[in-house]
């Protein structure tokens, strides 16, 4: 994408006031080797929160907030109209239109893919053995687990030989299931694990044609790609997609969305029956209102939730998906450079395929793998970097990333019974589209030098069985709590947000030089790379399929 001056202009601005608006950013946190700046590279689990939409619902939200159930008043009508704003800014950040509905879904996009369960299993008995659901090869435990539950015959389709769904594998099986009374494909827009983004126009076409109804996974995609619920492509609108826009920058405290075809609603009841869903009650009768959003958002909803979703979607439209596409492009290329000369990093997922920032990886030595929880508490206590550590809710793609078969994974479940540590998994970060070149350069050579000198570090920590963390020798995993008097709370609460000095970008990146700089010392220091031992201490079955490196493999 190529950009006029003005627009240029205007777009970094854009971002360099979602870079000061992020709450904690200049925050430190303590590790065993010192005060650190906090550095967020777990986007893709949940987004930040911005101030300017905090301090937007703080000052001209909360003051006129009332019940949306209640019409009749100044601010009730004022509350309803904020949150019908915030469906219309997704609806239109979506691209739906009047034939679609925006609901708003309890936690996440679980609280969606299981309204539209509700939804569909009212309208056409899903717990019929006459329904067969398609998914992908890597989608997230709430696009595959509730399906499973719910009755139907789940079907995975391959992964292509470039990434993404194998459109000859689902043409085969949709040919298989073609006297099946109702066909849905259920796929992910980009995985959550590698952030393989998928062509969702060529698919939603092929399930048509099939008579098969197209429903969507954004969890991973919404906050860094165009949402779509409609298609220039004939053929190829979606007929539901959902996502979490807490993962979205400014979005923390939101509710999960779900968008799906006005003409899917066609229950006499809703899938939630409760406040606000009826028009009429007597002592014995009732009458719920027609199948619609009132009808589908039961009880009191999440009013103030919705209301800052509808913000963060504002954020990522005044951006631009044409912008934010671009630099993820730009990021992805970067980590793809660094990466595939290092040895010692291993990212998971096809090589070739069209990818987000997201990104999965694990740190290779010549004796085995570092564990991926080491790896985390290397970059958390030497950096400040935040990443994730696991198999982020995807086990059936973990299994095929990690080439885990059925009776390896069923021996697997009996070894972590005994030792945590056994838990498959890697490290997952992300570089967000509007991070700083220094920040994501810093971010980058952190997990290098973790890559390179972890082996000897682990010689510094231990593993906790209890709480399945990687510890420094002698520390408690300790965090702040919310047992505070009432007299502590008001004071912590009275506190100017705005005394928190925001951090120059020059200012940052000194404090990641000299932490690079530090680690760097650190190893100068740790012991030499550790002899390596035959560790006899350990069953047979725990030798087969430990493909990770322990302290107690080595003489330090």
Same mark, same amino acid.
């Given at each position: 994408?190529?950009?006029?001056?003005?627009?240029?202009?205007?777009?970094?601005?854009?971002?360099?006031?979602?870079?000061?608006?992020?709450?904690?950013?200049?925050?430190?946190?303590?590790?065993?080797?010192?005060?650190?700046?906090?550095?967020?590279?777990?986007?893709?689990?949940?987004?930040?929160?911005?101030?300017?939409?905090?301090?937007?619902?703080?000052?001209?939200?909360?003051?006129?907030?009332?019940?949306?159930?209640?019409?009749?008043?100044?601010?009730?009508?004022?509350?309803?109209?904020?949150?019908?704003?915030?469906?219309?800014?997704?609806?239109?950040?979506?691209?739906?239109?009047?034939?679609?509905?925006?609901?708003?879904?309890?936690?996440?996009?679980?609280?969606?893919?299981?309204?539209?369960?509700?939804?569909?299993?009212?309208?056409?008995?899903?717990?019929?053995?006459?329904?067969?659901?398609?998914?992908?090869?890597?989608?997230?435990?709430?696009?595959?687990?509730?399906?499973?539950?719910?009755?139907?015959?789940?079907?995975?389709?391959?992964?292509?030989?470039?990434?993404?769904?194998?459109?000859?594998?689902?043409?085969?099986?949709?040919?298989?299931?073609?006297?099946?009374?109702?066909?849905?494909?259920?796929?992910?827009?980009?995985?959550?694990?590698?952030?393989?983004?998928?062509?969702?126009?060529?698919?939603?076409?092929?399930?048509?044609?099939?008579?098969?109804?197209?429903?969507?996974?954004?969890?991973?995609?919404?906050?860094?790609?165009?949402?779509?619920?409609?298609?220039?492509?004939?053929?190829?609108?979606?007929?539901?997609? &959902?996502?979490? !826009?807490?993962?979205?920058?400014?979005?923390? =405290? +939101? %509710?999960?969305?779900?968008?799906?075809? /006005? $003409?899917? *609603?066609?229950?006499?009841?809703?899938?939630?029956?409760?406040?606000?869903?009826?028009?009429?009650?007597?002592?014995?009768?009732?009458? &719920?209102?027609? !199948?619609?959003?009132?009808?589908?958002?039961? =009880? +009191? %909803?999440?009013?103030?939730?919705?209301? /800052? $979703?509808? *913000?963060?979607?504002?954020?990522?439209?005044?951006?631009?998906?044409?912008?934010?596409?671009?630099?993820?492009?730009?990021?992805?290329?970067?980590?793809?450079?660094?990466?595939?000369?290092?040895?010692?990093?291993?990212?998971?997922?096809?090589?070739?395929?069209?990818?987000?920032?997201?990104?999965?990886?694990?740190?290779?030595?010549?004796?085995?793998?570092?564990?991926?929880?080491?790896?985390?508490?290397?970059?958390?206590?030497?950096?400040?970097?935040?990443?994730?550590?696991?198999?982020?809710?995807?086990?059936?793609?973990?299994?095929?990333?990690?080439?885990?078969?059925?009776?390896?994974?069923?021996?697997?479940?009996?070894?972590?019974?005994?030792?945590?540590?056994?838990?498959?998994?890697?490290?997952?970060?992300?570089?967000?589209?509007?991070?700083?070149?220094?920040?994501?350069?810093?971010?980058?050579?952190?997990?290098?030098?973790?890559?390179?000198?972890?082996?000897?570090?682990?010689?510094?920590?231990?593993?906790?069985?209890?709480?399945?963390?990687?510890?420094?020798?002698?520390?408690?995993?300790?965090?702040?709590?919310?047992?505070?008097?009432?007299?502590?709370?008001?004071?912590?609460?009275?506190?100017?947000?705005?005394?928190?000095?925001?951090?120059?970008?020059?200012?940052?990146?000194?404090?990641?030089?000299?932490?690079?700089?530090?680690?760097?010392?650190?190893?100068?220091?740790?012991?030499?790379?550790?002899?390596?031992?035959?560790?006899?201490?350990?069953?047979?079955?725990?030798?087969?399929?430990?493909?990770?490196?322990?302290?107690?493999?080595?003489?330090?």
């Amino acid at each position: 994408m190529t950009l006029s001056t003005q627009q240029n202009t205007k777009l970094t601005m854009a971002l360099e006031s979602v870079r000061q608006g992020l709450i904690g950013d200049s925050e430190f946190i303590e590790t065993p080797f010192g005060s650190r700046k906090i550095t967020y590279a777990d986007y893709t689990a949940s987004g930040r929160s911005l101030s300017f939409i905090e301090s937007f619902i703080t000052q001209k939200v909360m003051p006129f907030y009332a019940n949306t159930h209640t019409e009749a008043t100044v601010t009730g009508r004022q509350t309803s109209a904020y949150r019908e704003d915030a469906r219309q800014l997704i609806a239109s950040a979506c691209h739906a239109n009047k034939d679609d509905v925006v609901l708003f879904c309890g936690s996440g996009a679980t609280a969606a893919v299981d309204k539209l369960i509700r939804i569909l299993t009212l309208a056409h008995n899903l717990n019929d053995s006459d329904t067969v659901i398609f998914i992908g090869p890597y989608e997230h435990h709430s696009n595959e687990l509730p399906w499973r539950e719910s009755g139907a015959k789940v079907v995975r389709i391959k992964e292509a030989q470039d990434g993404g769904i194998c459109l000859n594998d689902l043409e085969s099986q949709l040919q298989a299931y073609k006297n099946t009374t109702l066909k849905i494909g259920s796929f992910s827009a980009a995985s959550n694990v590698t952030g393989i983004i998928q062509e969702q126009d060529a698919v939603a076409a092929l399930l048509h044609q099939h008579q098969a109804l197209s429903f969507w996974d954004f969890a991973a995609g919404a906050p860094y790609m165009k949402v779509a619920m409609n298609s220039d492509v004939e053929g190829a609108d979606k007929d539901a997609l &959902f996502f979490s !826009p807490h993962k979205l920058v400014g979005g923390p =405290g +939101t %509710p999960g969305v779900l968008i799906i075809k /006005r $003409a899917l *609603l066609t229950n006499d009841r809703p899938s939630t029956v409760g406040g606000g869903t009826v028009s009429f009650v007597s002592r014995d009768n009732h009458t &719920f209102l027609a !199948p619609g959003e009132r009808s589908e958002e039961a =009880g +009191t %909803p999440a009013i103030i939730e919705s209301i /800052r $979703a509808g *913000l963060a979607f504002k954020v990522k439209s005044d951006i631009g998906d044409d912008a934010i596409e671009a630099l993820e492009e730009k990021w992805s290329d970067l980590i793809k450079q660094k990466f595939d000369s290092n040895n010692a990093i291993e990212v998971l997922g096809n090589p070739n395929a069209k990818r987000l920032s997201i990104t999965s990886f694990r740190v290779k030595t010549k004796f085995g793998y570092l564990h991926h929880g080491l790896v985390v508490s290397l970059l958390n206590d030497l950096f400040g970097i935040q990443m994730r550590a696991g198999c982020s809710c995807a086990g059936p793609y973990g299994h095929d990333l990690l080439n885990i078969d059925e009776q390896t994974s069923l021996e697997l479940v009996d070894l972590i019974a005994q030792d945590k540590r056994f838990k498959p998994g890697w490290v997952r970060f992300n570089l967000n589209y509007f991070i700083a070149e220094e920040e994501a350069e810093f971010i980058l050579k952190a997990i290098e030098f973790v890559a390179e000198h972890g082996l000897r570090l682990m010689s510094l920590y231990e593993y906790d069985q209890s709480t399945d963390l990687w510890l420094y020798a002698g520390q408690k995993a300790e965090v702040m709590n919310l047992s505070l008097g009432l007299d502590s709370l008001m004071q912590a609460t009275n506190s100017n947000p705005d005394q928190v000095e925001l951090l120059s970008i020059q200012a940052k990146d000194d404090l990641w030089q000299a932490y690079l700089n530090q680690a760097e010392s650190l190893v100068k220091s740790a012991p030499l790379v550790p002899q390596y031992v035959l560790n006899t201490g350990t069953t047979a079955l725990a030798s087969k399929h430990r493909d990770f490196v322990a302290k107690e493999d080595f003489l330090y």
